[in-house]
């Protein structure tokens, strides 16, 4: 009886984690393209260069995402395996 807990656990545990993972890698990301954006609308920038500006953010805020959200999923499998 206490395997099966154990295993629901488990479960729950991974889904908050997965979650927590996606939600601070979206506000992450969120708020590198605010600054971008904000960056564009300081320097008054237009044309090619608005939009140089605006996919470089993009770019940055995309790789800072994913790098949130691997590096969130790699340190609980981590602690998991450790048994914390």
Known sequence: M???RESRWEKDAMTVEIVFAL???AVLAGVIF???WTLVLLL???GAAERGVLAGGTL???V???W???RVLLRFDKQRRMGH
């Open 34 to 36: 605010a600054v971008t």
């Open 23 to 25: 939600v601070t890698a």
């Open 68 to 70: 949130r959200l691997v």
């Open 60 to 62: 940055l805020a995309t």
């Open 44 to 46: 008054d920038l237009s």
């Open 2 to 4: 206490d395997i099966g």
């Open 64 to 66: 800072a995402g994913v």
